[in-house]
């Protein structure tokens, strides 16, 4: 029976463990956290369930396979959610992606549409304030835009960003119509059971070799072993989902990631935000927190109490990989020196904003060739 080490047991490696598993292979966990499921299993704050994140299945119809896949283990509910952006300048909250309909409420609206009017038809952006003053005017992107990507990335200028700001809008810069996010071309959907995500990890995971709290000291990639302290594991393959640069003892420097403090919070009151609200995003200047959430949207938990939580960013965990070229081409210099009996996968693996629809599809198609 051949052998397969899993790196991480996020959602990235327990779907590729379940994988290799369904295969015939055995399979290793080795997972430094005491738990398996990461960032994607829910937790329970005064009995409401979490996850960090919140991580809801998002993804375009073309990737229905991975839906329904994960449907056959996990029951699925269609969700149709608002978000709002709160513009503290007008004390109002603004549809958010921006809505046309909003934008007339707001002070500065008359200035707002004559830059509207008065936008190139065709640009060629360099970075991310380039792209989004090409759109939408450069008022706008300060309102909805400039603030708040300069907190969520942790930059100090916009111009950093020169790398994949395009997909910063996934639909169009301005809607119209309909207010709900993605009510066309795309799957929105979360767990109908109170516990999340979490059925997916005891699936996934059973019958696997699990190594809970180990942590990685060395890694031979050309004999496919890998050593926890005194510690030695063997494998025909490796699976690795974290950081790339570990793989090779950050031989050629460390990638750059961004993280998040989350802050839970329970009100008195059975709901914080308006029908159809998940989020609250927060643009401004002077503010810490990009986003507000509300659980209870999400896991139709049932309470006289609700649980929100502040996402305020921070370097102190490494979550999202950044879009700044000159740390993406690092990344890829790392992938390239791989063996092919060592995979990276997943968000942290690839170095690319993937989502739980991505990875599924990337494992799917990873099976047809094992």
């Known amino acids: 029976m051949k052998k397969a080490i899993i790196i991480g047991s996020g959602f990235s490696g327990c779907m590729f463990a379940m994988t290799l598993k369904q295969k015939g ?25 979490f996850t960090y994140g919140p991580r809801h299945f998002i993804g375009p119809e073309e990737n229905m396979p991975a839906f ?18 709160y513009q503290q300048k007008d004390d109002f909250f603004a549809n958010y992606p921006m809505h046309i309909d909003d934008i007339k409420k707001l002070s500065d609206s008359e200035k707002i549409f004559s830059e509207l009017n008065s936008l190139p038809k065709e640009t060629k952006a360099k970075n991310f304030e380039d792209f989004w003053i090409g759109r939408v005017g450069k008022t706008l992107y300060e309102r909805f835009n400039k603030y708040y990507n300069l907190k969520a990335w942790q930059l100090k200028s916009n111009t950093e960003m020169d790398h994949g700001f395009e997909a910063t809008v996934k639909r169009k810069p301005l809607e119209e119509g309909v207010r709900h996010e993605f009510h066309t071309g795309y799957i929105n959907a979360y767990p109908t059971n109170k516990d999340g995500y979490n059925k997916f990890f005891d ?12 942590e990685i000291t060395k890694i031979d990639q050309d004999k496919t072993v890998v050593y926890c ?6 494998a025909d393959m490796i699976i690795s989902t974290i950081s790339p640069d570990f793989l090779f ?13 989350f802050y ?9 935000l308006p029908d159809d609200v998940y989020f609250i995003y927060y643009p401004n200047e002077n ?14 938990h049932k309470s006289n109490n609700t649980l929100i939580t502040l996402e305020v960013p921070s370097m102190k965990n490494k979550l999202y990989p950044t879009m700044i070229k000159k740390e993406v081409e690092l990344a890829e210099k790392y992938l390239k020196a791989l063996p092919d009996k060592i995979l990276s996968v997943g968000r942290m693996g690839t170095y690319r904003y993937v989502d739980i629809d991505d990875i599924i599809m990337q494992a799917l198609e990873f099976k047809k060739t094992v």
């Open 264 to 272: 839970k919070i329970v009100l008195p009151i059975q709901q914080a």
């Open 203 to 214: 699936v996934s995971l059973e019958g696997c070799e699990i190594l809970l709290g180990k």
């Open 229 to 234: 302290g005194n510690e030695k594991f063997n």
């Open 25 to 49: 292979w055995h399979v290793t966990i080795i997972e430094k956290s005491k738990i398996t499921g990461g960032g994607v299993r829910t937790f329970y704050h005064g009995g409401h369930p």
């Open 287 to 300: 503010e810490q927190q990009t986003r507000v959430t509300e659980f209870k949207k999400f896991t139709q």
């Open 68 to 85: 329904e896949f994960l449907n056959k283990i996990v029951p699925m509910r269609h969700i149709k959610k608002i978000n709002l952006s």
């Open 249 to 261: 003892d950050y031989c050629w420097g460390e990638l750059a990631y961004v993280g998040r403090d």
